[in-house]
């Protein structure tokens, strides 16, 4: 009876010593909202219709569920973040079995090149291209598909540029 207790508290000093390394919050330094950050509209230069408006959303809302920034939606910020949506480019990765000419499965990506200044200092803290990706398996019309996979493919790269604004080395 006696190595019982001995074994449960090894293994509870073990189940506990797992999580030493987790910090709850930001990663940067910041205490959680300390700055806040405004993101500017997208420019788009693709040739695909409202990508724009859609990365510029998806970056705000995965920002503000970020936590590590308050986001400013009008006055000042400490950061604000521009971006430029450069490509919009979509790769066959496989074809109909009996078609080997029409694409069943595309993967579509976005690069944007993304820019955030301390509004304070002037100084750039992010000057880096960023590219997002999704899947899109092709129905019977291409059109739609790209549509749907829209707000996946604005939100992938959201998450990127997130990262990069929340735990960058800047």
């Known amino acids: 009876m006696r190595p019982l207790p001995r074994l449960l508290g090894c293994l509870v000093a073990l189940a506990l010593s797992g999580c030493a390394g987790y910090r709850l919050g930001p990663t940067n330094g910041l ?3 300390e700055k806040s950050v405004r993101v500017q509209p997208f420019a788009n230069q693709t040739m695909e219709p409202r ?12 920002l503000q569920h970020d936590g590590t920034y308050r986001l400013a939606t009008h006055g000042d910020a400490d950061i604000v973040v521009t ?6 480019d ?6 109909l079995p009996k078609d080997v000419l029409t694409a069943r499965d595309y993967r579509v990506s976005v690069t944007a090149q993304i820019v955030a200044r301390d509004t304070n200092s002037g100084k750039t803290i992010l000057d880096d ?6 899947l899109v398996r092709v129905g019977s019309d291409l059109t739609s ?7 996946l493919l ?10 990069l604004l929340a735990d960058g080395s800047w």
């Open 83 to 88: 971006g430029t949506l450069k490509r919009y």
């Open 154 to 163: 604005a939100d992938d790269l959201a998450k990127r540029a997130t990262a």
């Open 31 to 33: 205490a959680p909202g």
């Open 90 to 95: 979509r790769h066959e990765l496989s074809f």
């Open 51 to 62: 990508l724009g408006d859609a990365v510029t959303a998806a970056l705000r809302k995965n």
């Open 129 to 134: 291209e960023v590219v997002g990706y999704t």
């Open 145 to 151: 598909a790209d549509r749907q996979a829209l707000p």
